[in-house]
């Protein structure tokens, strides 16, 4: 499913633009947090699409989960920064794209839009911190998970052959 499917959804709208200031704050006041979101604030309506079903589309509900999803959001970019600069200094030596180039006067950068992720966070510190090991488990959790995944599909394959009889 693409996100263009509900970017134009007002709740997704209205809840990104309310959160566009919020966001501006929270970076400001918040403790430990180092990270400036500027341009990924115009990323902000694809942060919501998966969040609508959830919801049903309810502003208020759209807009706490937006409020505590970008507040942990800025942390992981904060902890994820020095990785991210160093990925985007050695792309631009390489290739010499002055649209990976951190700008002269930053220390680091980072992106609202790529290092929230909580499963790209959580991936990058399991391999970074636990090395072969997190690798390891990381393979056996999505062993793990596709098993389930295969197990509820024919689950549900079994219940509609039970329905058509």
């Known amino acids: 499913m693409s996100p263009a499917l509900v970017i ?20 400001v006041l918040l ?14 309506f694809y942060v919501f699409p998966l969040v609508l079903p959830f919801t049903r589309g309810n502003v208020v ?6 409020l505590v999803v970008l507040t942990l959001g ?14 985007a200094n ?11 180039a951190i700008p002269e006067g930053f220390a680091q950068g980072g992106s609202l839009d790529f290092a929230s992720s909580p499963l790209a966070w959580v991936i990058y ?8 090991i997190g690798s390891g488990l990381l393979v056996l959790a999505t062993m793990a998970l596709m098993w389930w995944n295969r197990v509820l599909i024919l689950r549900s394959q079994n219940n509609q052959k039970n329905e058509n009889i």
């Open 31 to 44: 403790p430990g947090n180092q990270f400036l979101p500027l341009a990924s604030l115009a990323g902000m």
């Open 90 to 100: 050695d792309v631009h030596k390489a290739t010499g794209d002055g649209a990976v």
């Open 125 to 132: 510190q399991a391999v970074h911190n636990l090395k072969w």
């Open 61 to 66: 509900k759209t807009f706490i989960i937006g």
């Open 8 to 27: 134009g959804h007002p709740t997704t709208l209205v809840v990104s633009l309310l959160l566009i200031p919020v966001t501006l704050a929270l970076a």
């Open 74 to 87: 800025l942390y992981m970019v904060t902890n994820l920064a020095p990785a991210f600069t160093l990925a």
